[in-house]
């Protein structure tokens, strides 16, 4: 104990010394910490409100963020909902290309019956032409190939004769064909 009474002893001779110098640090101080009080309630009031530029451009990005958010939580439910259809429009799609792919097949095996139909057809033509153009061979041999009428024509009447129902002209009679004809015969 002995140690600790000479060192306070000694530090007051020294403070007592050294006071004006004491007393000048002291007031140093205070006006320090003053100093820093004042600047810690500046820094404190700007960073609770800030200038008013900076309290616009923090509201202005927090309703951004809110926006934001819910773009992203709104496109987040559209790719799930997405998600969800995308196998029952594959299978759509799956069973409109079968079906594309049964009607071409179902068009292809009508194009090739009409083709057959259309050569069947042709085939029965033909052959109906070749019996006709026999038949008309054989017939040939028989009669005459084209009977005309014969056409006759009255001289117009002579002027002291009445006037005709012609007015005058020429009125051609026509004779019938020989009655032996076929042509008649069917007419008949």
């Known amino acids: 104990m002995k ?9 007051c001779l020294i403070v007592s010394s050294h006071r004006p110098e004491l007393q000048t640090l002291n007031h140093l101080r205070k006006v320090f910490i003053e100093d820093l009080g004042a600047r810690s309630s500046e820094s404190d009031s700007d960073e609770a ?5 900076q309290r616009q451009r923090i509201i202005f990005l927090e309703n951004n963020l809110e926006q934001l958010s819910r773009v992203h939580k709104q496109l987040v439910r559209d790719n799930a909902d997405l998600r969800c259809e995308l196998p029952k429009l ?3 799609l799956r069973a409109t290309a079968e079906r594309v792919k049964a009607l071409e097949a179902a068009l292809r095996e009508a ?13 029965e033509v033909d052959r109906i032409k070749e019996v006709v153009l026999s038949n008309s061979v054989s017939r040939r041999g028989q009669t005459a190939q084209i009977e005309r009428a014969i056409i006759t024509i009255i001289p117009p009447p002579l002027p002291s ?5 012609g007015g005058g002209r020429p009125v051609p009679a026509i004779c019938p064909p020989d009655s032996s004809s076929p042509i008649t015969a069917s007419r008949t």
Do not use: H, I, N
Not at 49 to 53: D, I, K, Q, V
Not at 111 to 123: C, I, P, S, T
């Open 161 to 165: 004769d009445p006037p005709s129902e």
């Open 90 to 92: 594959e299978k759509r």
């Open 111 to 123: 194009k090739g019956a009409a083709m057959r139909d259309r050569k069947r057809y042709q085939q």
């Open 49 to 53: 409100g800030g200038s008013l530029a």
């Open 3 to 11: 140690g600790l009474e000479d060192t306070v002893v000694r530090g």
